[in-house]
Nanobody, 120 residues
């Protein structure tokens, strides 16, 4: 059974940083694109960032460019999201997702999410 387990969320003041991590039990992790999504209270889940199977290609939502960095470690089956200069509007549940191709319109696997709360 495939599992994606996020960690690293918490309560942080505006301007602070967090590093989210996602551990995947995928046997062929290195062949999957990985992504982060988030869902704020009362809003739909939205794309945050994605990274190719070898880390050579990344993509970000305009709202997080320059503040968020996605990375992966295929030896450890993990993907991380470094979040800097946090804003109150970054408050959301952050989800990890895995898919064989770049198109994350319907990801194959989802994690359970980790809460990020940013106080002003």
């Amino acid at each position: 059974q495939v599992q994606l387990v996020e960690s690293g969320g918490g309560l942080v003041q505006a301007g602070g940083s967090l590093r989210l991590s996602c551990a995947a039990s995928l046997r062929t992790f290195s062949s999957y694109w990985m992504a982060w999504f988030r869902q704020a209270p009362g809003k739909e889940r939205e794309f945050v960032a994605s990274i190719s199977w070898n880390g050579g290609s990344t993509s970000y939502a305009d709202s997080v460019k320059g503040r968020f960095t996605i990375s992966r470690d295929n030896a450890k089956n993990t993907v991380a999201l470094q979040i800097n200069s946090l804003k109150p509007e970054d408050t959301a549940i952050y989800y990890c997702a895995a898919h064989p191709i770049r198109d994350f319109s319907d990801p194959s696997y989802w994690g359970q999410g980790t809460q990020v709360t940013v106080s002003s």
